[in-house]
């Protein structure tokens, strides 16, 4: 995956919004998969770990052919695995005619490199398997951009290991030494790239804020999803929305945010938003590169835990979003936890706090909205407005915003006692009456 999207960037193969163009292949990629179970992780965590790579590379279009995996204190800094499993691969790799072999870590530029050599085929860590299912599932301007940028930033410091083979070029007529070597320009590409991209997302960050300053210029409380990549938020958001929202029972279906207004028991308006989903050891350049993404579940008033009460590593994949909102600096917003997929059954694992539902049959969702009213109404504060009878727009809004507890007309105008945050009574103060 590295040389040819080295290749695509050298050659600028790319589209209006920058990203690098590759043609699909029909024919799946025969990968073994491998990885290694350190000192003091526990078994059941390990094999979670490997399987859940083994859905990846399925989703990223490759076919697992063969497991193995090794038991030990460290990694080895060479090549990350011992010698004598390297060998055990390379004849496998022989044997089963395997196109890449994908292990379940983080390599160095080093351990990739020396790898590569002795299977004598294409190595992927988790990352690079991450990044390229990343890189199909990206479809807006944004998406496609931040995608390039971790592609380049992982792919940098392995440039050595693509371009050693080449000799340097040749100097001009009056220039001192031989010039630059091959690496060095492919280097300096790399470093043009990366500026360029960074330039062209602090644009559409802007224009993001523009949009989001408008959507807060009418105030409506946001809800986003977050949860473990296919935990159904999707089959959620598009049961409550409509949306049409993509829906696989793959990882990282759904890449790029959307926002759509939904309307709650008491017929209050809201604003639910679909994000990315996490994963355990989540790449930290694709947080780095995402962090404009989760800008959405950053300005939210509120989130939305999406379990799968299916999957017997339901407590696991709790912890690992839960660790991702920390390093997000988002574990202070109120928030709801639904245990999705009733129909399919329980785990096993159930803290008592959260709401059973099924966002496929949408038993348990009117649970949901009345949670998503009562958190709201916690957070409201009671104020009394009188409004004229010119204002019915403001009347309408407060019905929209807030909950509205009485209201009473007279010869002047409309008396309106009403639950509502203090950013709204804030709004219409000019209309506040006061004890």
Known sequence: MNKLLYNAVARKEINTTGFALTKPSLKKERVVLTGIRRDGQSRSDFESSLQELKRLVGTAGGEVIAETSQEVDCPNPKTFIGKGKVEEISEQVRFLNADSVALDDELSPTQNQNLEQAFGVKVLDRTAVILDIFAKRAHTKEGRLQVELAQLKYMAPRLKGLWSHFSKQSGGIGTKGPGETQLEVDRRRVRERIALL?????????????????????????????????????TLFNALTRAGVLVEDK???????????????????????????????????LVE??????????????LIHVVDMSDPE??????????????????????????????????????????????????????????MDNLLRQRAQRANFFLPHTRGDILASLYTMGHVLQISHDGEGTFVECEIESKFIQKYQNFLVTA
Do not use: W
Request: charged residues 20%.
């Open 314 to 371: 339901a407590l696991q994949q709790m912890q690992t979003v839960e660790q991702v909102l920390l390093e997000l600096d988002l574990t202070s917003k109120p928030g709801i936890t639904l245990f999705n997929k009733k129909d399919q059954g329980f785990s096993g694992f159930n803290n008592g706090s959260g709401i059973p539902i099924s966002a496929l049959t949408g038993e348990g969702l009117p649970h949901m909205l009345d949670a």
């Open 251 to 285: 990882l990282f279906a759904t890449l790029d945010p959307t926002v759509r207004k939904i309307r709650l028991p008491s017929g209050r308006i809201v604003l639910l938003a679909d994000t990315v989903g996490f994963i355990r050891k989540l790449p930290h350049t």
């Open 198 to 234: 960074k330039s062209r997302l602090k644009d559409v960050e802007t224009h993001r804020t523009i949009h989001r300053l408008k959507r807060e210029a009418v105030p409506l409380p946001l809800f986003s999803l977050v949860g473990y990549t296919n935990a159904g938020k999707s």
């Open 289 to 302: 590169a995402f962090k404009a993404t989760f800008e959405e579940v950053a300005h939210s008033d509120a």
